[in-house]
């Protein structure tokens, strides 16, 4: 649902050893070359576009092929350190405007040694073809997530499962060829069409899983490797869901704590549980009446998880939320799931290729009752976004394409990677953080103490973005500590809005308008 050394080592890494859980690494095509044309915009000026030609299959080079979307903001200083390749995440966020976002946050004497590469993976925005599934298949109202009849599961069931017919019917030759590994073998056509002897890499929430699978493929190919909001390799990706639900419901439970925090502002109580029960009583009457025909309780669900991916929401949706309870007015909350709950054609590009990769990359269980059963544990202790989350993922109970197994990443071998945490991220839990450090031998792992925000750096704390460019700059890490070595404090949470607003636009918030699809 959807994160040592003073300098990175030179020279030759040995690669790591084949055995029968590690991808295969060749059978790549030759190296292309690229046209970079201008695509520039008023933000951006100096903004390249060009598209490169991939198989489909890595394994048959001479077979179909497909068209990989790229994006450069290219380096003006004399000391040139190679490509960095930035990812949002998702599986399904799209790259091309998270080279720009980069570019123009890291310092200028750094950002222009590099040439800063976004691209959409295979399947998303500008690549060829795009998925697009079931257009409409999030259209309100949905049924209620909340599956308290068998006629209401049944509704939620079938259209899980005709999300995975259509996928089927649609894209049949393609859905075998969606995965992490492939996306991975892409990204070595990249690095060879660029003419990279080796990349730097940059990932966002599920751009860190991406990242460590190339690092596992082609670990002498990678010169830096930085990991933002980690995803936990060992739960790819049925366990990561159900972690999430506890995350998303103590992350909610810290909005809602908020909200009474600030009653000056919206006059539903102190006491946190108070508030709570608000919530969830807005909801029950969503459920039975949506708001303008169009905020039913799935819907609300839709507009409240984003507040779990970063606080700098919290103060709209609290608006939205007062407005409802004690105004009793729907406008604000029909507005606020325009703004961050619907979905448009690219979110349902996003979300295609979000369960296209999810379901192909490791087993999901096809038996109804082990849904059933462990939603049902879940949502006990987490009852903000457990169903919500279930049929988002249930899809993959009925798959077309058989699934791969997943990678396992651990990786002896590799330069000194450096990863960013937040203790209290939702999407991405602070588990997922401390496992990659153990497993990647030599990477420095940054904490950001008491934050729950996904994706924490160049969202303007200066702490982290310190350790991000010493890294970038020259391969400078952080000591070595015994669980994290460096630890900065989060940011403060916002305030309440003090004029009416229908957007905002920190640093923070343009970020996270450009990570991946859930995370």
Not at 17 to 39: H, Q
Not at 134 to 144: I, K, L, M, Q, S
Not at 309 to 325: Q, S, T
Not at 436 to 459: D, M, P, Q, Y
Request: proline share 8%; charged share 20%.
């Amino acid at each position: 649902m959807l994160c040592g050394a003073a300098a990175v080592l030179a020279g030759a890494f040995t690669a790591v050893p084949a055995d029968a859980s590690a991808p295969r690494a060749g059978g790549g095509a030759p190296a292309a070359l690229l046209e970079w044309r201008k695509c520039a915009t008023a933000e951006h000026p100096t903004l390249q576009c060009a598209s490169l030609p991939v198989p489909l299959d890595h394994d048959r080079p001479g077979g179909r092929r497909i068209t990989l979307a790229l994006s450069r903001i290219p380096h003006t200083a004399r000391t040139f350190q190679g490509p960095l390749l930035v990812n949002p995440g998702g599986p399904g966020g799209s790259g091309l405007r998270l080279a720009g976002f980069v570019a123009s946050s890291l310092p200028k004497k750094v950002a222009t040694q590099y040439d800063v590469v976004g691209f959409d993976p295979r399947g998303v925005g500008a690549s060829r073809p795009a998925l697009n599934c079931r257009p409409g298949h999030f259209a309100p109202v949905r049924p209620d997530s909340l599956p308290h009849t068998p006629a209401v599961e049944r509704a939620n069931l079938t259209r899980a499962r005709s999300f995975a017919a259509a996928c089927g019917r649609k894209y049949a030759g393609v859905l075998p060829h969606l995965d992490t590994v492939s996306a991975a073998r892409d990204i070595d056509a990249i690095r060879a069409a660029l003419g990279a002897e080796r990349i730097n890499y940059f990932g966002y929430s599920y751009g860190t899983y991406l990242g460590a699978v190339y690092a596992r493929l082609h670990p002498e190919r990678v010169r830096r490797l930085v990991l933002d909001s980690v995803v936990d390799p060992t739960e790819v990706w049925y366990g990561a869901n159900l972690r999430q639900d506890l995350a998303f419901n103590d992350r909610h439970r810290a909005f809602l704590a908020w909200v009474a925090k600030h009653d000056g502002a919206y006059r539903l109580g102190r006491d946190p549980e108070r508030v709570e029960a608000a919530w969830y009583a807005m909801r029950a009457a969503l459920a039975k009446r949506p708001a303008g025909g169009a905020v039913g309780a799935a819907e609300l669900e839709d507009t409240f998880v984003p507040g779990g991916y970063y606080h700098g929401y919290w103060p709209y949706l609290a608006a939205a939320f007062a407005a409802y309870v004690a105004d009793r007015d729907a406008g604000p909350l029909v507005e606020a799931y325009r703004n961050f709950g619907a979905v448009d054609a690219a979110d349902e590009n996003g979300y295609s290729v979000y369960a296209a990769v999810q379901c192909r990359d490791a087993r999901w269980p096809r038996d109804g009752d082990d849904w059933r059963e462990d939603n049902w544990d879940a949502y006990e202790k987490a009852p903000f976004m457990t169903w919500n989350n279930a049929w988002y993922n249930a899809p993959c109970a009925f798959w077309p394409a058989r699934p791969r197994r997943p990678v396992d990443v651990t990786n002896r071998v590799l330069p000194p990677a450096l990863l960013f945490q937040a203790t209290d991220d939702a999407a991405t839990p602070y588990e997922g953080g401390a496992t990659l450090h153990r497993a990647l031998r030599g990477s420095r792992l940054v904490v950001e103490e008491g934050g729950g925000n996904h994706g924490i750096t160049l969202s303007g704390n200066a702490c982290l973005d310190g350790h991000l460019t010493a890294y970038l700059a020259d391969g400078t890490l952080p000591p070595a500590g015994p669980a994290a070595d460096a630890v900065c404090p989060a940011l403060p949470a916002p305030g309440p809005l003090r004029a009416k607003a229908a957007a905002t636009t920190s640093r923070g918030a343009v970020l996270h308008g450009l990570l991946g699809f859930r995370g």
